[in-house]
């Protein structure tokens, strides 16, 4: 049994839901899990034996023009490291979570092992402020191990940050209690779908990265060939616009926004396809959830896309911004029932057999027990 501290950002997001996930898994193995974030993290919803959580205060001084959150936060961990005796402390992200870890391993009396997984938006954050490039470093390069979420992000941050340090892969994995194949007519009913029409289905933050307005253009399409609805779950800075769109485009009663959700499972289960047509993507838990509920999914050819799609089996992979043939894959999927069938069951083993929960969680524990024994 070990004490593993995790942080993450806690609010709603694939990395918040890993880390909680994760850590919750490693609880039912007998480990003692402290969380120690801003807030509760949103799928830490009841109690749960073996974990504790520890909430990050902030002072309001007024000198400080900026409330020091990562200050707060590094004093916390230190302060649990210490009280809680941690093994390990298990970090989200390198900005600013790694940085703030590597502080508290400095200030704490109790030894303890820093490992960080990167998600993705610390790398392509650097695309847009350079200087913020030596602190990522730093938090890589003084962890006591180092994971990524897929390969191309490994890669990705190799040629970005110019890192010589070995970067493990563990891959997202998914949760089997909550993603599994379940049909709701009832859910179906209360969003008044009626039972021949085709569900598509979209979840992002509405960041510009993930390309809604792509979506949307795609299910224009399909749309015009197939009875079918699209559901958009999520809110964020293009919400407002890509509201306008579909007003444009005349798709009102076609397309519901169903705005941030905290358990999507069922919805996305009721689901006929997922689409995720972003041109910066780490990985794409999403995609990985619909798998899981025996639902196929499009996705462009960029970052970890592809590592978890497999193309012409459990899904498609087009180029960015290719609507036109997005639609047509989608088209030919969802008027084929044989083809559906065949690519849901192998969405489903395909979720199964690579990223289900014992594997990944093990490549975790084993990941702890090398940094352990390196001393
Ligand atoms: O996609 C986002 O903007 C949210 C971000 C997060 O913190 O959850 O997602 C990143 O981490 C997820 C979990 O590992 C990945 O599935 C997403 O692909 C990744 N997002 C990006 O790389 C843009």
Same mark, same amino acid.
């Given at each position: 049994m070990k004490k593993i501290g995790i942080t993450c950002?806690?609010?709603?997001?694939g990395s918040g839901v890993i880390a909680t996930e994760l850590g919750k898994k490693l609880a039912e193995k007998g480990h003692e899990i402290h969380f120690i974030t801003?807030?509760?993290?949103?799928?830490?919803?009841k109690v749960y034996v073996n974990v504790y959580y520890h909430q990050v205060e902030i002072s309001h001084y007024?000198?400080?023009?900026?409330?020091p959150y990562d200050l707060a936060l590094a004093a916390k961990m230190a302060e649990v490291i210490d009280r809680e005796k941690l093994d390990i402390l298990h970090v989200h992200y390198a900005m600013p979570h790694a940085i703030c870890g590597i502080l508290a391993r400095d200030m704490a009396k109790h030894p303890v092992k820093i490992v960080t997984t990167l998600h993705g938006t610390d790398i392509t954050v650097l695309g847009i402020d350079n200087t913020l490039k030596p602190i990522i470093r730093h938090g890589i390069e003084q962890s006591d191990a180092v994971t990524t979420v897929s390969d191309s992000l490994r890669k990705q941050t190799v040629d970005m940050v110019d890192i010589k340090k070995e970067m493990h892969v563990i891959y997202n994995f998914i949760n089997e209690n909550e993603y599994y194949p379940k049909k709701d007519e009832e859910l179906r009913h209360q969003f008044q779908i009626k039972a021949s029409d085709k569900i598509l289905v979209h979840i992002s933050n509405?960041?510009?990265? #993930?390309?809604v307005q792509d979506i949307i253009d795609t299910f224009k399409i399909v749309n015009e060939n197939i009875p079918s609805k699209l559901l958009l779950i999520g809110d964020g800075p293009e919400f407002a616009d890509m509201a306008q769109h579909v007003h444009d485009l005349g798709l009102e009663t076609e397309i519901q926004f169903l705005g941030?959700?905290?358990?999507?499972s069922d919805i996305v289960a009721m689901a006929d396809l997922m689409l995720l047509m972003s041109? #910066?993507?780490?990985?794409?838990?999403v995609l990985l959830e619909a798998m899981a509920c025996g639902v196929p999914g499009i996705g462009t050819d960029v970052g970890g896309i592809p590592e978890v799609l497999t193309h012409g089996e459990t899904g498609y992979i087009v180029e960015l911004g290719d609507v036109r043939q997005a639609a047509a894959y989608a088209v030919e999927l969802l008027s084929d029932p044989d083809m559906q069938k065949q690519f849901s069951q192998a969405a489903l083993d395909h979720a199964r057999t690579h990223f289900s929960s014992e594997k990944i969680v093990n490549q975790y524990e084993d990941l702890y027990d090398r940094v352990l024994e390196e001393g």
């Open positions: 950002y806690p609010t709603i997001g801003s807030s509760m993290p949103f799928r830490l919803e007024p000198v400080f023009q900026y409330p509405f960041r510009k990265v #993930k390309r941030k959700q905290n358990n999507v041109e #910066k993507e780490s990985f794409g838990l």
